[in-house]
């Protein structure tokens, strides 16, 4: 069976201790590619680190960008850096994850709304696609994007999809992927299952978050990219699909997205 973790944040201390063990268990898994997110202070290592993980590892690719937390550190310096980042490396395949989070507003909204709508431009300038964080902000989210990002290319991800069925059907009109993580698998996510019942299966991808968001059975652990196949299994019979073919199909959605030849 083959399967892709689109989104991963294993350069994060939290998988100091076993990193290398948490990639084969990966790969034992059947994951033949990760899309690892940097995240955190864009004036420190955060961003560098994630690209560095990209280049030591085989299938494992980087995105690299201010998330809507930081958005307050993000100046002329903070820009300066990520360009330099997303030219200095063939692994840097996505911007991001960028976007909104009024549910914990750790950036002041209007900070967060211009670092957005700016990042997108920057994307947009160097042909990189976006990967979106949004949250408890789908009204806002899909304006900035439409506005910035008018036409299907180079187009995005919703990470760790969490809105309202009208939210994906705007975004899927934008040319986006929707990618669905461990949380569709929790006891009160019927909203959420509603939701990946009706996306498209050429639209549709799989990822883990980790360390966040363990799906079942395995919650109260760690997450890590091994357990993106509970989330395949999950969905899978969600859709009336085998594992495999849910497998299938969103890793070549995956490959087809970012132009890749997965091994």
Same mark, same amino acid.
């Given at each position: #069976?083959?399967?892709?973790?689109?989104?991963?944040?294993?350069?994060?201390?939290? /998988?100091? +201790?076993?990193?290398?063990?948490?990639?084969?268990?990966?790969?034992?898994?059947?994951?033949?590619?990760?899309?690892n997110?940097g995240?955190?202070? !864009?004036?420190g290592?955060?961003? =560098?680190?994630?690209?560095?993980?990209?280049?030591?590892?085989?299938?494992?690719? *980087?995105?690299? $960008? &201010?998330?809507?937390?930081?958005? %307050?550190?993000?100046?002329?310096?903070?820009? +300066?850096?990520?360009?330099?980042?997303?030219?200095?490396?063939?692994?840097?395949?996505?911007?991001?994850?960028?976007?909104?989070d009024?549910?914990?507003d750790?950036?002041?909204?209007?900070v967060?709304?211009?670092? /957005? @709508?700016?990042?997108?431009?920057? *994307?947009?300038?160097?042909?990189?696609?976006? &990967?979106?964080?949004?949250?408890?902000?789908?009204?806002?989210t899909?304006?900035?994007?439409r506005?910035e990002? !008018?036409?299907?290319?180079?187009?995005?991800? #919703?990470?760790?999809?969490? $809105?309202?069925? @009208?939210?994906?059907?705007?975004?899927?009109?934008? $040319? /986006? #992927?929707?990618?669905?993580?461990?949380?569709?698998?929790? =006891? =009160?996510?019927?909203?959420?299952?509603e939701?990946?019942?009706?996306?498209?299966?050429?639209?549709?991808?799989?990822?883990?978050?980790? !360390?966040?968001?363990?799906?079942?059975?395995?919650? $109260?652990? %760690?997450?890590? !990219?091994?357990?993106?196949?509970?989330?395949?299994? /999950?969905?899978?019979?969600?859709?009336?699909?085998? &594992?495999?073919?849910?497998? %299938?199909?969103?890793? @070549?959605?995956?490959?087809?997205?970012f132009?890749?030849?997965?091994s």
């Open positions: #069976m083959l399967f892709v973790d689109s989104h991963a944040h294993i350069d994060g201390e939290e /998988f100091d +201790a076993d990193r290398d063990e948490v990639v084969a268990r990966a790969r034992e898994a059947g994951v033949r590619a990760i899309l997110v995240t955190g202070d !864009p004036h290592e955060n961003l =560098k680190r994630a690209v560095a993980l990209a280049e030591k590892y085989e299938g494992i690719y *980087a995105a690299v $960008g &201010v998330h809507p937390h930081d958005a %307050r550190l993000f100046d002329e310096s903070a820009e +300066a850096r990520l360009l330099k980042l997303v030219k200095s490396s063939e692994r840097v395949i996505a911007w991001g994850e960028i976007g909104l009024f549910h914990y750790n950036s002041p909204r209007d967060q709304r211009a670092v /957005f @709508a700016r990042q997108l431009r920057l *994307a947009r300038e160097v042909g990189l696609p976006v &990967v979106i964080h949004s949250r408890e902000a789908d009204k806002e899909v304006e900035i994007l506005e990002l !008018p036409s299907a290319k180079p187009g995005g991800i #919703m990470h760790c999809f969490g $809105g309202s069925a @009208a939210m994906a059907e705007s975004v899927l009109e934008l $040319g /986006f #992927m929707i990618s669905f993580a461990g949380n569709v698998t929790f =006891k =009160k996510a019927e909203p959420l299952r939701v990946a019942r009706s996306v498209p299966l050429d639209c549709l991808l799989i990822e883990t978050d980790c !360390p966040f968001l363990t799906p079942v059975p395995f919650r $109260g652990r %760690r997450n890590e !990219p091994a357990y993106v196949v509970e989330t395949a299994r /999950f969905l899978a019979e969600l859709r009336g699909l085998d &594992v495999s073919e849910l497998g %299938r199909v969103t890793s @070549a959605n995956f490959a087809r997205f132009g890749l030849k997965l």
